[in-house]
């Protein structure tokens, strides 16, 4: 009797781990690549800042840029996330080009995006994000105040237009994005205060609500990928708009730049991980 259960029990173990087993072409792998890119800007900008000045400068502006893009682990059909990492640099000056603003701004956004097929080729994406963004503007020339710093944080509304297509037998992606921050949290000085009174111990009151009454900012890009086999050269525009009014301080920040990059999607293989004919390969743009 104990053997008879005993052999129960290994054919029961048997068919239990076979029904429980899939094939190496029953499984279904999902690669989700990551597209990079590295970007320069280059173009002209406008600086108006009235704790330095009432009068606007003009000049360039260069920014450096990053951005990583990749599907979402949990639905890569619908979700993609979005890093973008940049600085920025302005060298304006007022209309008699005798005196300099020098503005320096670094920000850091990340978001994530619904994704819709709107045809194979089509797909529109939004979503939101969150963005950390400061810096300063410095006026050298000045004799009392010299800088004025900037900084905030805000959540954002974002949208994204992907089409590829091929001019030819060249493929192309082409992609329009916008960002609009909602509300958040922005860092200014009351109309007349001085650094000086902070270094003091004068610290209330330097923390302020924004929303898109008090701090209206747009960041646009219009951008065309071409695909040189695994090398992509992106080209396009990007403007940008960052305007703000607290404590009787207005501040403008205008930029129109040419942007020049190169991008790439890159697929992590770990060793001993093998392609099976089931493999899906999920981009986040391409």
């Known amino acids: 009797m104990k053997r008879l259960c005993a052999i129960v ?50 000049g360039y502006n260069v920014r450096l840029g990053y951005e990583r893009l990749q599907a979402m682990s949990f639905a890569p059909e619908k979700w993609v996330m979005q890093l973008e990492l940049g600085v920025d640099y302005a060298n304006t000056k007022n209309p008699a080009k005798d005196l300099t603003f020098h503005t320096l701004m670094i920000d850091a956004k990340w978001g994530m995006m619904r994704r819709w097929y709107l045809m194979p080729e089509l797909q ?40 590829n297509c091929k001019l030819g037998l060249l493929p192309i992606t082409f992609r329009y994005q916008a960002t609009l921050p909602l509300v958040g949290v922005m860092y200014s000085l009351d109309y007349g205060e001085s650094y000086f009174e902070l270094y003091e111990g004068n610290h209330s009151g330097l923390a302020h609500l924004s929303w898109v009454g ?27 708009c960052e305007t703000s009014w607290i404590n009787n301080l207005n501040t403008k920040i205008f930029r129109h730049s040419l942007v020049v990059g190169l991008c790439g999607e890159w697929i992590s293989v770990y060793s ?14 391409y």
């Open 124 to 163: 529109i994406y939004g979503g939101g994000s969150t963005q950390l963004r400061g810096g300063a503007i410095y006026a050298p020339a000045n004799s009392n105040n010299v800088v004025s710093v900037k900084a905030h944080w805000s959540a954002d509304l974002t949208g994204m237009v992907v089409y």
């Open 9 to 58: 029990v290994a054919i029961v173990s048997v068919i239990a781990m076979c029904a429980g087993t899939k094939t190496e072409a029953d499984t279904v792998v999902t690669i989700r690549p990551v597209a990079k890119a590295f970007t320069v800007d280059y173009g002209g900008a406008s600086v108006l800042d009235t704790y330095l000045s009432p009068i606007k400068y003009s």
């Open 272 to 285: 001993g991980s093998k392609m099976s004919e089931k493999t899906r390969i999920i981009s986040s743009i």
């Open 214 to 240: 008090n701090r209206f900012a747009l960041n646009q890009l219009l951008s065309a990928d071409m695909h040189f086999g695994n090398t992509i050269v992106r080209l396009g525009y990007r403007g940008v």
